[in-house]
């Protein structure tokens, strides 16, 4: 009847990812307003100049392959299925972000090649919620 989709389902932020959902999903750092230094996971104190009440940030969508692990077995509990790659992803924010990779071939990887920001479901909770969690991918350019 309303306009009101009150009996959707909602998504929820897998436990721990700091991950901004809705329309333009994001990656939720922190900023210190002292020395302009990013963290991510969000910190409370800055690492670099020890102020305390960092601001909350979006981080950019897309970053930089930093460094990368092919994993080749399969990890138990997990849903991934090998050959996957562990990435370290450099965000313009000069942050490092611990992820996977998805929609590539684990062979054509590279050290530098664009990434960008990815939300896929993940399970569904008790409360038939869909948990989300975040990837990158390369950037399709064109
Ligand atoms: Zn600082």
């Not at 996971?41 to 969508?61: F, I, K, M, W």
């Not at 997990?78 to 000069?94: F, K």
């Amino acid at each position: 009847m309303g306009t009101e989709a009150s009996t959707e389902r909602k998504q929820v932020s897998i436990r721990g990812a700091h991950l901004r959902l809705g329309e333009s999903p994001a990656l939720i750092g922190s900023r210190c307003p002292g020395c302009g230094e990013h963290f991510y996971p969000p910190r409370h104190v800055c690492l670099n100049c020890y102020q305390e009440g960092l601001d909350e940030v979006a981080l950019s969508t897309r970053g930089d392959l930093r460094s990368f692990t092919i994993a080749r077995m399969g990890l138990p509990g997990t849903a991934m299925t090998p050959p996957y790659v562990i990435a370290q992803v450099w965000l313009p924010e000069g942050v490092a972000v611990a992820t996977v990779l998805t929609d590539v071939d684990p062979e054509a990887v590279s050290i530098g090649m664009p990434l960008e920001l990815v939300v896929e479901k993940l399970s569904t909770d008790s409360e038939g919620n869909d948990v989300m969690t975040f990837k990158f991918r390369p950037v399709r350019e064109g």
